[in-house]
């Protein structure tokens, strides 16, 4: 596990030194210990909107960071409900219905500030199935292995919406990132979720993955996150798991 740890580190330090020192960076810089900002990235956002299962989606499911601002807003502009984690989840989630944010602050709605004036915190019971969920990467491969920033926010939150029947392997995963960013090979472990597809400013990569998309919450490394996460520690105890 350690060495596996070490690996991870290797790969996401790798990255974020290459996109500092190739100047590819873009604020909030420096990138390091961040989903990376990247030039190029609301060509990627618009590589993946012209793929069919984008135009497919009715809802989707994007994380807060800046690197996928031009992802969240092109999910307002063309109608689709967007569902956002608040930071580290620790409010929960925000559903985004474009016929209640004025177009005009589309733009600034999908910040995490104006996700918390435009949209609401609604509980998972209430949020419809999610068609594609898009998440933050430091690094990706061609496999569908995939590396966020270490802290396992984005498993989480793919377990808890899995508990919850919101996704599943029908549920396309996807990720937008700058080209350095694709690396060779990813360790996965089985709490990993896999991606599906890969949008590039120059290029949309099907993974075809062979990953095995996760099956709910990974409790025995979860629970020492209960009172960081509300929403984690309610289903905990409605699971019969902690008390």
Not at 144 to 164: A, N, P, T
Not at 166 to 183: C, G, P, R, W
Request: aromatic share 10%; hydrophobic share 40%.
């Amino acid at each position: 596990m350690l060495d596996l740890k070490k690996r991870k580190r290797s790969i996401r330090e790798k990255i974020w030194r290459l996109l500092e020192e190739k100047n590819i960076a873009r604020f909030p810089r420096p990138v390091f210990g961040r989903i990376p900002n990247f030039i190029g990235a609301e060509k990627a956002a618009e590589n993946l909107r012209k793929t069919p299962e984008w135009r497919k989606s009715k809802v989707i499911f994007a994380n807060p960071d800046s690197p996928q601002k031009q992802v969240r807003f092109f999910a307002l502009l063309d109608s689709k409900k967007l569902v956002m984690a608040s930071p580290r989840i620790k409010e929960g989630f925000i559903l985004l219905d474009p016929n209640f944010v004025p177009r005009r602050e589309y733009s600034y709605a999908v910040t995490i500030r104006g996700a918390f004036k435009y949209g609401r915190l609604i509980e998972p019971e209430r949020i419809e199935y999610i068609d594609m969920k898009v998440t933050g990467c430091v690094a990706v491969d061609l496999k569908g292995g995939r590396l966020g920033k270490g802290h396992g926010y984005s498993d989480l939150e793919w377990g808890i919406l899995s508990e919850f029947g919101l996704v599943d392997d029908k549920t396309v995963t996807a990720t937008t990132v700058h080209d350095i960013q694709v690396v060779d090979e990813i360790p996965m472990t089985d709490h990993d979720f896999p991606i599906d597809i890969i949008a590039t400013p120059t290029r949309i990569i099907y993974t075809k993955t062979r990953y095995r998309k996760p099956k709910g919450v990974f409790w025995e490394e979860a629970i020492n996150r209960l009172d960081e996460i509300p929403l984690l520690r309610k289903l905990c105890i409605q699971k019969g798991i902690c008390r």
